[in-house]
Every structure is written in structure tokens, then in C-alpha cells.
């Protein structure tokens, strides 16, 4: 009698990681909790030069930034990730109307620009935008 093997097939479903860049810990934090439970993981961290410490292409699927932070600026941090992972979708965030700051971040690629405080909704829009957006699938 020939014996049969049952191999189980698990699909393999990869959560998305949306990296959240702001110097205000409280934004970090509320923006982690939301994303949290849009079944989302998240990473913060409060400056970009973290940030580009522990990005390494593909890590994330989405960047969500301010624009004005200390010692490095959300459009400074959108320049150095063009050349690192020109494919990480970046949506920007601001407390403060900035209309040259906000055609600047849009024309190098930025999928939106919001204003503060963020609207859930509009937010959970833009990062399923953002990532329908990222030209590659993760590596697990």
C-alpha cells in the first residue's frame, strides 16, 4: 500500500509597515495607535536621520513624514529616499499651510499632502493609494 503525503499550503499574506517621521512624539504615537487599528504595522520615529538609519530598501511600504522638523525637513528627507528607494510612496503632513512646500513634495512624486490635524478617513485613503502606488512587492 502506497502511502500519501499531505503537504498544508499556507498563503502567505505580508501586513503592510508604514514608517511615521515626525518630532512631535504625541503625533508619532496617534498615528501608530490609528494605523494600528487600520491593521497596519508601524514604525516611528521622531527625526529622519533615525529614519534613514534603519531604512533599507523594501523595508517599508509607505512613508508618512512632516514637513517641518528639527535639523532635517520632510522634503529634505523625500530627496535622499529618491536615490535609496525612489519606488517608497511618501505622503507629507503639516500643521502649517505651505503652497510651494506642497507643489514642491507632489511634483518629486509624493502620493498626497496633508494638512493637520489628519482626517482618519482621508488618511486611510491615501496610504491604500500609496501602496496600489509602490511599483514592487515586498521581500518577507
Known amino acids: 500500500m502506497t502511502k500519501v503525503r499531505c503537504v498544508k499550503v499556507c498563503e502567505l499574506i505580508l501586513t503592510p509597515t508604514i514608517a511615521v517621521v515626525d518630532d512631535d512624539v504625541s503625533i508619532c504615537k ?70 510651494e512646500a506642497k507643489s514642491q513634495a507632489l511634483r518629486l512624486g509624493a502620493v498626497a499632502f496633508l494638512s493637520k490635524p489628519i482626517n482618519d478617513d482621508v488618511l486611510h485613503r491615501h496610504i491604500i493609494s500609496a501602496l496600489n502606488r509602490r511599483s514592487r512587492p515586498r521581500e518577507p
Request: glycine residues 4%; charged residues 25%.
Open 30 to 99: 496617534a498615528l501608530a495607535e490609528l494605523l494600528e487599528v487600520l491593521d497596519f504595522k508601524c514604525q516611528t520615529f521622531d527625526r529622519p536621520e533615525k529614519f534613514l538609519a534603519a531604512s533599507i530598501s523594501g523595508r517599508f511600504d509607505c512613508l508618512i513624514t512632516d514637513l517641518n522638523m528639527k535639523g532635517m525637513t520632510g522634503l529634505e528627507l523625500q530627496q535622499k529616499l529618491s536615490a535609496a528607494d525612489p519606488d517608497l510612496p511618501i505622503i507629507f503632513m503639516s500643521a502649517q499651510s505651505a503652497a
